[in-house]
């Protein structure tokens, strides 16, 4: 019987829904009480924290990043530059403290609107695709699992398949090229 | 691979500062000379936003999701309550 390597059972969904649930626990409550008090929503407190939550992983995968003060505090300055970003005019309104001075939203997070329509046309004509370069370029599956997950008989024709994907990505923003201004180089 | 596939693959590593100098030499130069080869690669590189995109949709999708749970199981009553408590 063939045994099962253990990073197999653990899928990075399941490891990242896990924090998120620990997250939820010992985070969001905070970040909840600084929007109310900023006179915003339970809906606004989700909106922040949610993508606060996906900054907050970003930044957890990159090997340099070494966080000395808690998750939550960390969390929660992220928070208040989303929240300053989001109501520009709260800026004075808000205080931060060195950590939260120190904490940056990465540039490309509020992607340009050209970005978001090429996504959702990739989302229906390119899901499979979008989805095996997601796998290769985030959760960094190995070539040989992505060969498994993906149906592929041999890691050689899951290569491959990768630069397909890559091609035929490329070939669809080519085609909306025309279409989208801001495809400049 | 196809000859195609095999520019993707050069490309790919070009972008990612990953040939060795003599090739990524080679490479600027085809650039200089191959109008479509230029367009491939910036619309290459457009292809790595539009996946990073996507990834970070699917993470925030993740979290929406455990936002979701955590508000829809009686479960967590005590939690919800607290929070309600904070927008009343």
């Keep these: 019987m063939e045994i099962m390597e253990p990073d197999t059972l653990v899928s990075p969904v399941m490891e990242r829904t896990k924090l998120f649930e620990e997250l939820y626990t010992t985070a969001f409550p905070g970040v909840a009480r600084f929007i109310s008090k900023m006179n915003g929503t339970l809906e606004d407190a989700a909106d922040i924290f949610q993508d606060a939550l996906v900054i907050f992983y970003e930044k957890s995968q990159h090997e340099a990043f070494d966080i000395s003060a808690s998750r939550e505090a960390y969390i ?29 939203i990465p540039d490309d ?4 609107v050209n970005n978001e329509k090429l996504l959702s046309l990739l989302a229906r004509s ?10 290769f370029y985030y959760e960094k599956l190995p070539m040989k699992k992505l060969a498994g997950k993906f149906g592929f008989v041999t890691e050689r024709s899951a290569t491959v398949q990768k630069y397909k994907c890559l091609e035929k990505v490329r070939d669809t923003i080519k085609e909306k090229a025309f279409t989208y201004e801001d495809f400049t180089e | 691979m196809r000859t195609s596939l ?42 790595y936003i539009v996946v990073k995109g996507y990834h970070r949709k699917k993470i925030r999708e993740e979290a929406a999701a455990v936002h979701r749970a955590r508000f829809n ?6 939690f919800q309550q607290q929070i309600y408590q904070l927008f009343q």
């Design chain 1, 76 to 104: 929660m300055g992220i928070a208040k530059h989303l929240w300053i970003r989001k109501f520009a005019h709260d800026r004075k309104k808000v205080s931060l403290d060195h950590l939260e001075a120190s904490i940056t």
């Design chain 2, 6 to 47: 095999n520019d993707i693959a050069l490309a790919e590593r070009y972008i990612a500062g990953k040939l060795s100098p003599e090739d990524a030499l080679v490479f600027q130069a085809r650039l200089l000379t191959e109008p479509l080869l230029r367009w491939n690669v910036a619309a290459l590189r457009k292809v």
């Design chain 2, 73 to 78: 199981d009686p479960a967590h009553a005590a």
């Design chain 1, 109 to 112: 997070f509020y992607p340009a």
């Design chain 1, 126 to 135: 390119g899901q499979k695709c979008l989805e095996l370069l997601q796998a």
